[in-house]
């Protein structure tokens, strides 16, 4: 896969916005220390993203080969059936906005660096998102993720990027020995077109999640996914002498 990087996007944060999100008072003793917090974040910061175009090999039971690597998820096969090219992706805040966020002495003061340099991942999201529509008239599309699901676990961070190829290289994103990323503000995942959109929360029975992008249906596993047993001859055999 040859990868496409995105270097030039800009971080410009919604002061206001985190404000709320974090509970920051305006005239309290925090407003002020917030506000240079963000400026700092913003004259460092350097989110940027890589994908590439990806074609689908094959497809067996419960995986799916893609540019000869294959990746094992019933759920991600079955949403790739009628697709035939892919986009795998990784978006970071940068390694700027990690190791600035991480010299935060004070706690406090590390968590709201750390909703800052998310706030810039989210950002390295859209650009990637609104690029690859602009480029490609993509339509509908959706995307999975290495753990979001059960059926997709962060094992598969492995073979995804061994697709992207040069993560560090390139961006600046390792795999530790836990398969967590550095910079920790980064997402790994497959974007492809769909006629129905997709979120895995739509598998995922977790309550209270503040990531939650759409609710839990706890039918679609069953209706949509789940492999239909295939009954033996000697199975039906014997049902037909009774």
Request: proline fraction near 5%.
């Amino acid at each position: 896969m040859d990868a496409v990087v995105l270097n030039d996007i800009r971080f410009q944060p919604d002061v206001e916005g985190l404000k709320r999100k974090l509970r920051v008072r305006d005239g309290g003793g925090w407003a002020d220390r917030f506000t240079r917090l963000v400026q700092e974040a913003e004259a460092i910061a350097r989110p940027r993203a890589l994908y590439g175009v990806a074609y689908v090999d094959s497809r067996s039971e419960g995986s799916v080969v893609v540019d000869g690597i294959t990746l094992n998820s019933r759920v991600l096969r079955v949403n790739l059936e009628n697709a035939h090219r892919v986009f795998p992706f990784l978006a970071t805040c940068g390694t700027e906005l990690h190791e600035w966020a991480a010299a935060q002495e004070d706690v406090l003061q590390r968590y709201y660096a750390d909703e800052i340099a998310e706030a810039a991942l989210r950002q390295a999201l859209s650009f990637l998102r609104e690029h690859l529509n602009e480029g490609y008239r993509l339509g509908r599309t959706s995307t999975m993720s290495p753990g979001s699901l059960p059926d997709w676990p962060i094992q598969a961070q492995r073979p995804l990027f061994a697709l992207i190829g040069k993560a560090e290289e390139l961006l600046g994103v390792r795999l530790t020995d836990s398969l967590l990323m550095v910079p920790s503000k980064s997402v790994s995942g497959i974007r492809f077109p769909t006629e129905q959109t997709f979120a895995s929360c739509q598998l995922c029975p977790r309550a209270g999640c503040p990531s939650r992008q759409a609710p839990y249906d706890a039918a679609l596993y069953d209706e949509k996914y789940r492999i239909e047993k295939v009954e033996t001859s000697a199975t039906m055999t014997q049902e037909a002498a009774h």
